[in-house]
């Protein structure tokens, strides 16, 4: 009987409408190819795989490193903490407390110490047009998904730098950053996609406009991870800045916790 009913639907079903599936299959294949892209790890060593990648031109309201920052330093970042990340003013002041037990903890500077370090809230400007790009087991535009970027730093003073402590011994050097932060990905018709991010080791110019960074980086759903980013920041003759900036993120999750996760 079972068979005498499948063999019913399939005779009722009409050439045209086989057509019509063939072709919709085809045109969807052709607008993802074109819209999105799907990526999967290629590398047993980690679980999940984001890039993101920055790149513009624009006039800067302050000089120097504080030109890609709103306000530029000791510009604050309010509108990041109330308007992107939605916090009350005691989550913003929890929030900037966990920042200054990082940097004690990580490497032993103390925030209060504005003698010789000066500790910053910060917002990256809008204009850098910093965007995900790519993110494995995931549909991503072709244009990406805009991010927004803030949080707590500290930069060195002192001509003579300050004693590390915490996970390290020595010196750092004046002009070096740390930065305690998140990145804050907006997904249309999808909750925003928070990763938070911690200098895994200070921030230090190479004497060239180009400037290495490691991040501890931690998503709720992807896990810990580790992010390597550069960026150029270059001084255009026509006052304007170079900006370029690419980020490789990967997330090292528990085995187990990702099965779970991605059985749902």
Known sequence: MKNQIDRTIVNRIKPGWLVALAMLMTSFNVFAENHFRLVNPISRSFDHLVVFSGEAKFTPDFPGLGGILVGGFGG????FQKNV????????????????????????????????ILFFGFEIDPRTNLRMIVQSR????????????GGWGIAVLNPDGVPLGGDFEGTLPAGAFLAFGEYNIKRPHRRNMIIKFQSDIPIISNGTDITAVRY???????GEGI??????LT??????????????LTFSADRKKRQKRYSR
């Open 76 to 79: 604050g970042n309010e509108n």
């Open 227 to 232: 992010e390597q980013n550069t960026f150029t």
């Open 138 to 149: 995931a549909f991503v535009p072709r244009r990406g998904f805009k991010i927004r970027e």
């Open 216 to 222: 501890k980086i931690s998503n709720n759903r992807l």
């Open 85 to 116: 990340m939605k916090r009350t003013d005691e989550e913003i002041e929890e929030n900037r407390q966990e920042a200054i037990n990082f940097f004690q903890t990580k490497f032993g500077i103390d925030a209060n110490d504005s003698a010789n």
């Open 235 to 248: 001084e255009l003759e026509d006052g304007q800045i170079s900006y370029l900036k690419r980020s490789v």
